[in-house]
């Protein structure tokens, strides 16, 4: 691959360091998914259904193998024909984008990854394709340097957060939340303040 300007090479640089990887991202996805299917949390997409381990395993899987055979196709996007580049260098030098490229490669290839699966001989199962179309979502829904509003858990920031970020701050929140329950239950109410038996009685003050 040839880089022909200095935008090319900080975007080559970008795409490389990107983190975490896809395979890290959706071993965090499967393992968000199976935990709450056991714990029947509904989902916030309320069609998505609960899978079981082995089920969901056995679809990180094969789209794992998918990703890794997969050659991105480039279009008139100057941008994307540069991550393309970089998707079909990594495949061609007999390595794996799932442990080499993040996020942002994923993003442009992520339609034909798709594709390719629905357009295979065995074709996808309906929970096959909501499973995959759920990380999608979650992906384009992910901003960088988005750390969620102050009191809101992020699904996305949790797949593809640097790994345990989110949780650091879902614990930080539980943590606080706890705390301030804490000092209400601690401070006395008025009423407590003001019983009867403790106000003082007309005899008493004469």
């Not at 065995?122 to 999608?136: P, R, S």
């Not at 000092?183 to 007309?202: A, F, H, Q, S, V």
Request: overall charge negative; hydrophobic content about 35%; aromatic content about 6%.
């Amino acid at each position: 691959m040839t880089i022909t300007t200095i935008d090319e090479e900080d975007i080559v640089q970008n795409i490389l360091q990107d983190r975490p990887t896809i395979e890290t991202a959706f071993k965090t996805y499967l393992s968000w998914v199976v935990a709450r299917s056991l714990t029947s949390e509904e989902s916030e997409v309320s069609y998505v259904p609960m899978y079981k381990n082995t089920e969901a395993l056995a679809y990180v899987r094969r789209l794992l193998k998918t990703i890794n055979q997969h050659k991105c196709e480039k279009n008139n996007s100057n941008f994307r024909s540069i991550i393309c580049n970089v998707w079909n260098k990594v495949v061609e030098s007999n390595q794996k984008p799932s442990k080499c490229l993040g996020r942002l490669a994923l993003l442009q290839a992520w339609k034909g990854i798709v594709s390719s699966l629905e357009n295979s001989e065995i074709g996808v199962t309906n929970n096959e394709k909501i499973f995959y179309e759920e990380f999608g979502l979650l992906m384009i829904e992910f901003k960088l340097n988005n750390t969620a509003a102050v009191d809101d858990d992020s699904n996305p920031n949790l797949i593809w957060d640097s790994p345990g970020a989110e949780l650091e701050r879902r614990r930080k929140r539980r943590v606080d939340r706890a705390e301030k329950i804490k000092k209400r239950k601690d401070t006395p109410r008025i009423e407590e303040l003001t019983e009867e038996n403790d106000m003082p009685r007309i005899e008493e003050l004469t």
